[in-house]
């Protein structure tokens, strides 16, 4: 199993850019399929993006469609987060997650391996 980092995290104003990092201990990182999931104050955790084990998949929720993109690095066992043209509603809690299965996953049960966030303030 792998133990997962998260960083990158900051403060931005409406409009800017920021980069996560999701940074995996551990020698088996190439063989999961990662995801992003984020939770805003006051709401349930949800679905971001998604990456296949290999990078070759990805997925993206409808709000994050054309302003984020989701890829990795397994030889560097890195996965990584781009947000472009932030917005106030962006500030969240981001959370990167590992999965045994194999492709896309969209639901938070399909993952077993959580890290433990990092925070993105977006100012209006």
């Known amino acids: 199993q792998v133990q997962l980092v998260e960083s990158g995290g900051g403060l931005v104003q409406t409009g800017g850019s920021l980069r996560l990092f999701c940074t995996a201990a551990?020698?088996?990182?190439?063989?999961?399929?990662m995801g992003w999931f984020r939770q805003a104050p006051g709401k349930e955790r949800e679905f971001v993006a998604a990456?296949?084990?290999?990078?070759?998949?990805?997925g993206y929720t409808d709000f994050v469609k054309g302003r984020f993109t989701i890829s990795r690095d397994n030889t560097k066992n890195t996965m990584y987060l781009q947000m472009n043209s932030l917005k106030p509603e962006d500030t969240a809690v981001y959370y990167c997650?590992?999965?045994?299965?194999?492709?896309?996953?969209?639901?938070?049960?399909?993952?077993?391996?959580w890290g433990q966030g990092t925070q993105v303030t977006v100012s209006s």
């Open positions: 997650a590992a999965s045994p299965n194999t492709g896309l996953n969209y639901h938070q049960y399909q993952y077993n391996t």
């Open positions: 551990g020698r088996t990182f190439s063989t999961y399929a």
């Open positions: 990456i296949s084990w290999s990078g070759g998949m990805t």
